[in-house]
C-alpha cells in the first residue's frame, strides 16, 4: 500500500539514480559536487564532534554524504552517517565508484520519505543535511519529522534551488522545447513505430513532415537537448528501414529516458516556484527551528547554483 501511493510517483527519479549518476547536475559535476559547495559541508563537519550521528537527507545517490565522509576522514573524526532518499539509491554505483573507507562510514536507507524518517530511524541526530531535496517534500511534515529527530541545539544545515540560479534560466528552456516536441507531434509518431502501427516509411516520411512545418523557435537552436533531438531525427531520416526495424528497443528507450527526464524537469521548476516565495521555509521555523545563516551559493564566485540555509534546534515553549 505504502508502494503504491508514495514511490511510484518518483519512479523517474530513481530511474535517473541507476542510470549511473553522482548528483543532480551531472552537467556541471560529472564526479561530485566541489569548490564553494564543497566548502561548506566543510564548516558543517568542523562544527561536529567525532561520534557525531547526522542525517543526510535526499541523498539521491549519496553525493553529500560521501562529502562529509570525505572531510571526517581528513578531519580525523568518524561520523554516524545515514543517507536516506525516497528513490532508489544505486549502491552497487556509489561502491564501484568512491572510496571504500567513505562508505563504510554511511548507511544507504532506499524507500524513505522525509516525512517518514521515524519510521527508519531512531537515534537523536547531532546534524541533519540535504542538498536540492528538502525543498521537493511536504514542508510541513518534514519539518516536524526532522524536528523530532533533531537533538536539542542541533543543526540543521542545506542547501535548496534558487530560482535566480542559471540552472533554473536553462531548465524553463528546456521545459519548452520539450512542450514544443509533444505539441508538433515527434513522440507520438516514434511510439507508432515503435508500437507496429507505421513503417518504417511511414516513421521517416512523418519526421520528414514534422520538420518540415514546424519551425523551431530561435532560442531552442543552440540548447542540447534540441541538438540532440535534431541530430537523432536525422539519423532516422538517414537508416536503411532495416537497421531501422532493428532499432525499436532502443528508440522506446530513447523515448523513456526523455520522458523520465521531462517529469523530472517539471519536478524541479514547480520546486523553483515553491522556494520563490518569501520565507517558504517558515514551517522549520514553525516547528521549532531557529534560522542563523541564509546566503546565496556562487560556484566558482559567479555561478549562482542555489541557496544555502543553516538553522538550530530549539525546544518549543509550551503554551
Given at each position: 500500500?505504502i508502494?503504491?501511493?508514495?514511490y511510484?510517483?518518483?519512479?523517474h527519479w ?5 542510470s549511473?549518476?553522482?548528483?543532480s ?7 561530485n559536487y566541489?569548490?564553494?559547495?564543497y566548502?561548506?559541508?566543510e564548516q558543517v563537519?568542523?562544527?561536529?564532534n567525532s561520534g557525531?550521528?547526522?542525517v ?5 545517490n549519496?553525493?553529500?554524504?560521501l562529502?562529509?565522509a570525505?572531510?571526517?576522514?581528513k578531519?580525523q573524526?568518524q561520523l554516524?552517517?545515514t543517507a536516506?532518499?525516497?528513490?532508489e539509491?544505486?549502491t552497487?554505483?556509489i ?5 571504500k ?13 522525509i516525512?517518514?524518517?521515524a ?9 541533519i ?5 528538502l525543498?521537493?517534500?511536504?514542508l510541513t511534515?518534514s519539518a516536524?519529522a526532522?524536528?523530532n ?5 542541533g543543526e540543521l544545515?542545506?542547501?535548496a534551488?534558487?530560482?535566480k540560479?542559471a ?8 521545459s ?5 516536441l509533444?505539441?508538433i ?30 519551425k523551431?523557435d530561435t532560442s531552442?537552436l543552440g540548447?542540447?537537448?534540441f541538438?540532440?533531438?535534431q541530430?537523432?531525427?536525422f539519423?532516422l ?8 526495424k ?8 530513447f523515448v523513456?529516458?526523455?520522458q ?11 520546486v523553483a516556484?515553491?522556494?520563490s516565495?518569501?520565507?517558504w521555509?517558515q514551517p522549520?521555523?514553525d516547528?521549532?527551528f531557529?534560522?542563523e545563516?541564509s546566503?546565496?551559493?556562487l560556484y ?5 547554483i542555489g ?13
Amino acid at each position: 500500500m505504502i508502494k503504491s501511493e508514495v514511490y511510484v510517483n518518483h519512479t523517474h527519479w530513481s530511474n535517473y539514480w541507476q542510470s549511473g549518476v553522482q548528483t543532480s547536475l551531472p552537467q556541471d559535476f560529472k564526479d561530485n559536487y566541489d569548490g564553494e559547495i564543497y566548502y561548506l559541508w566543510e564548516q558543517v563537519v568542523s562544527r561536529l564532534n567525532s561520534g557525531a550521528r547526522v542525517v543526510d537527507a535526499c541523498t539521491g545517490n549519496g553525493a553529500v554524504a560521501l562529502i562529509l565522509a570525505d572531510i571526517a576522514l581528513k578531519q580525523q573524526k568518524q561520523l554516524i552517517i545515514t543517507a536516506v532518499d525516497i528513490s532508489e539509491i544505486n549502491t552497487q554505483y556509489i561502491k564501484e565508484n568512491n572510496p571504500k573507507e567513505q562508505i563504510a562510514m554511511i548507511n544507504f536507507k532506499s524507500h524513505c520519505p522525509i516525512e517518514r524518517l521515524a519510521d527508519l530511524i531512531n537515534d537523536q541526530q547531532d546534524a541533519i543535511v540535504s542538498q536540492f531535496g528538502l525543498e521537493y517534500s511536504d514542508l510541513t511534515q518534514s519539518a516536524v519529522a526532522l524536528h523530532n529527530l533533531m537533538k536539542e541545539n542541533g543543526e540543521l544545515s542545506f542547501i535548496a534551488h534558487s530560482p535566480k540560479s542559471a540552472v533554473f534560466t536553462y531548465m524553463d528552456l528546456e521545459s519548452r522545447i520539450y512542450t514544443w516536441l509533444d505539441e508538433i507531434g515527434l513522440f507520438a509518431i516514434i511510439k507508432k513505430f515503435i508500437a507496429g502501427q507505421v513503417s518504417a516509411n511511414g516513421l521517416k516520411n512523418g519526421i520528414v513532415s514534422v520538420i518540415e512545418n514546424n519551425k523551431p523557435d530561435t532560442s531552442y537552436l543552440g540548447h542540447g537537448l534540441f541538438q540532440s533531438w535534431q541530430k537523432t531525427m536525422f539519423m532516422l531520416i538517414k537508416q536503411p528501414n532495416q537497421q531501422l526495424k532493428q532499432q525499436k528497443q532502443s528508440l522506446s528507450l530513447f523515448v523513456t529516458q526523455h520522458q523520465a527526464a521531462q517529469k523530472r524537469l517539471q519536478d524541479m521548476l514547480n520546486v523553483a516556484m515553491k522556494v520563490s516565495k518569501n520565507n517558504w521555509y517558515q514551517p522549520f521555523v514553525d516547528c521549532g527551528f531557529e534560522l542563523e545563516e541564509s546566503n546565496d551559493v556562487l560556484y566558482k564566485n559567479q555561478h549562482h547554483i542555489g541557496r544555502y540555509y543553516r538553522f538550530r534546534s530549539m525546544v518549543l515553549e509550551k503554551p
